[in-house]
């Protein structure tokens, strides 16, 4: 972060479910460890690891990230939709935000919407980008933020000419009021 510039709370850390399952008690130190300096954490892959209640809702974590293996059959299969409606009560009731990976079709993202997903991830809003695509992306979506200073972006990706590794497609579920945006 001092190379970057960057405030620990600009920094969200994705730890997958089977990564803190396999050794829960030293996962739990760890991510206590970054929440106290300032660091946000989720936990990605969600659904596929073998989780224990009772550690998710002691763990200093901010964010579900649903697995797209339950995501992308939304559609065509009413147990997944089942599936994930239940993570996102549960998610909700814990004060956990929820983001599902894997949105890839405007159908999967109006049932997410209406099952009170917070946040998509996926190809519906945009693949991979590097740097200055990524800034046109912004200022010309319909989820971009409005155009970002180039200074905004270290300098490594001003002119990358390869996608920009941790920035992903990932914007907020609308409300019955919102137009859907993306944040990044």
Do not use: N
Not at 58 to 83: N, T, Y
Request: with cysteine; net charge negative.
């Amino acid at each position: 972060m001092r190379t970057w510039g960057a405030e620990p709370d600009w920094v969200e850390l994705e730890v997958t479910e089977s990564a803190i399952m396999a050794e829960p008690l030293r996962a739990a130190e760890m991510l206590e460890r970054l929440h106290a300096g300032g660091i946000r954490l989720a936990i990605d892959d969600f659904g596929t690891g073998y989780s224990s209640l009772a550690y998710l809702r002691k763990l200093p974590v901010s964010e579900l990230k649903i697995d797209k293996s339950f995501v992308l059959p939304l559609a065509s299969s009413e147990e997944d939709v089942a599936v994930v409606r239940a993570v996102l009560e549960m998610a909700h009731a814990l004060g956990l935000q929820v983001v599902a990976e894997g949105v890839e079709d405007q159908r999967i993202w109006d049932l997410l919407s209406s099952l009170g997903c917070d946040t998509a991830q996926g190809y519906y809003m945009s693949r991979p980008l590097p740097g200055p695509e990524l800034l046109k992306w912004l200022g010309e979506s319909p989820w971009g933020t409005g155009a970002l200073p180039t200074a905004a972006l270290p300098s490594q990706c001003r002119g990358a000419p390869e996608p920009i590794t941790g920035l992903t497609s990932a914007g907020p579920m609308p409300s019955s009021e919102a137009a859907p945006r993306e944040s990044i």
